[in-house]
């Protein structure tokens, strides 16, 4: 039986990107294999900080489809982690779902999708990380990814900044990519709501003359931070 490692499953709003404010399923898949140093998700993967025991769960494929099926919103954000970490079961959970379910994948972008996830996904978010992350950038950035995501046309590009260092390695990476600017969108780096208030002005600020799109952090708005809302 083809199981996930599974961290939560919860229904709330999309906190991020370009759909923003709308009502989902949330499957948060456990494992990354980036350890960003401001991660807000760092118990999907960090087990020196948090038990792997009390942390994740192994699910069954046909559990997990029928929840994503039974789900009001009929539509999903497998998040994590890094959900491509356990791509072909992935891949044999979609199978399970109704193509009426729009499903959204957010990714780090450093995991090649296969076709049948290409095909089957309606919205890729993808956020590649910058040097703030603290990772090198030989692990966190594969640009050959990166360019099949964006030649989907279904791939929106978020990249978390806060000082004009990060401007300035987005705006290049931008470039690098050749990522259309309609689907760029540039999201503050925070990890509470005092935070997003005092980071959000200069972000948006940044946005506007770049001409690519603001993404606010509703969940810290609205939560500030906690788990499974």
């Given at each position: 039986?083809?199981?996930?490692?599974?961290s939560e499953i919860f229904r709330s709003l999309q906190g991020e990107g370009p759909s923003a404010g709308t009502p989902c399923l949330f499957v948060r898949l456990a494992l990354c294999n980036l350890h960003c140093g401001w991660c807000d998700t760092k118990y999907t993967w960090d087990f020196r900080s948090f038990r792997y025991e009390d942390e994740v769960s192994s699910e069954?494929?046909?559990?997990?489809?029928?929840?994503i099926r039974s789900a009001p919103e009929q539509r999903v954000v497998v998040t994590g982690g890094e959900p491509l970490l356990q791509q072909a079961a992935l891949i044999e959970t979609l199978a399970l779902?109704?193509?009426?379910?729009?499903v959204e994948v957010e990714t780090n972008g450093t995991r090649m999708p296969?076709?049948?996830?290409?095909a089957r996904v309606d919205q890729w978010n993808v956020s590649p990380k910058l040097s703030n992350s603290g990772d090198p950038e030989r692990l966190r950035l594969k640009p050959d990814v990166l360019k099949v995501l964006c030649t989907s046309e279904r791939?929106?590009?978020k990249l978390v900044v806060e000082t004009e260092r990060d401007f300035?390695?987005?705006?290049?990476?931008?470039?690098?990519?050749?990522?259309?600017?309609?689907r760029v969108l540039l999201m503050p780096e925070a990890r509470s709501r005092a935070e997003l208030e005092r980071r959000s002005p200069r972000v948006a600020s940044a946005c506007a003359g770049r001409g690519v799109r603001f993404s606010t952090r509703l969940q810290l708005t609205l939560f500030d931070g906690r788990?499974?809302?």
């Open positions: 039986m083809t199981e996930l490692k599974v069954s494929i046909e559990r997990v489809a029928e929840l779902v109704p193509e009426s379910v729009f296969e076709g049948a996830l290409l791939a929106f590009l300035l390695e987005a705006d290049e990476l931008i470039d690098r990519l050749g990522w259309p600017k309609s788990r499974g809302v």
